[in-house]
């Protein structure tokens, strides 16, 4: 069994909790559990549980956690940056992460960083009358950071996949 509902509170101010069997610990071999409250009835919850199951069986479950986007940015730009990245190409990355990346997402956590934040982030780069090349720059960046996040686990997509960096404008060649 992955996990079970439980019913909470006193009669006519019910609530309902999840229980999620995540893992057994290798050391200990006790079971892991997560227990997740639930804003609802008890279709809600049932709902909810039968949502986490799918997740844990597709392998898009991510354990929440609380790590800013800052703190990641920075630990991805030392484990793979710096082996990954010619000198030159990893003070690019460092100032563009520094910069543009941390100011305008870094207290965010990490799971709960949405594309309407980049979006909102590119729009305002725009607005401020940076060119459209800096801002791809900026989402080659995030994109690539994102991606490593995936493959360590700590995230269940690459939330800048669903965001359109701006077209760079060619300027027209004068003859």
Request: proline share 6%; aromatic share 6%.
């Amino acid at each position: 069994m992955r996990g079970r509902i439980i019913k909470r509170g006193k009669p006519g101010k019910e609530h309902y909790t999840i229980v999620l069997s995540i893992q057994l610990d290798p050391d200990t071999g006790k079971r892991k559990q997560r227990w997740i409250a639930v804003d609802g009835n008890k279709r809600e919850a049932e709902r909810q549980l039968a949502e986490l199951i799918h997740h844990m069986n597709t392998g898009e479950y991510v354990t929440p956690n609380k790590t800013p986007v800052a703190e990641y940015l920075r630990r991805w730009l030392v484990e793979c940056g710096k082996s990954n990245l010619s000198p030159r190409s990893f003070e690019r990355y460092t100032g563009i992460v520094e910069k543009n990346l941390i100011p305008a997402f870094g207290s965010i956590p990490l799971t709960e960083l949405r594309p309407e934040h980049i979006q909102r982030h590119y729009a305002d780069m725009l607005g401020r009358g940076l060119a459209a090349r800096t801002v791809r720059y900026d989402h080659m960046v995030l994109h690539g950071a994102l991606r490593m996040a995936m493959k360590w686990g700590l995230v269940g997509r690459n939330v800048a996949d669903a965001v359109e960096p701006p077209k760079a404008k060619h300027p027209e060649m004068q003859t």
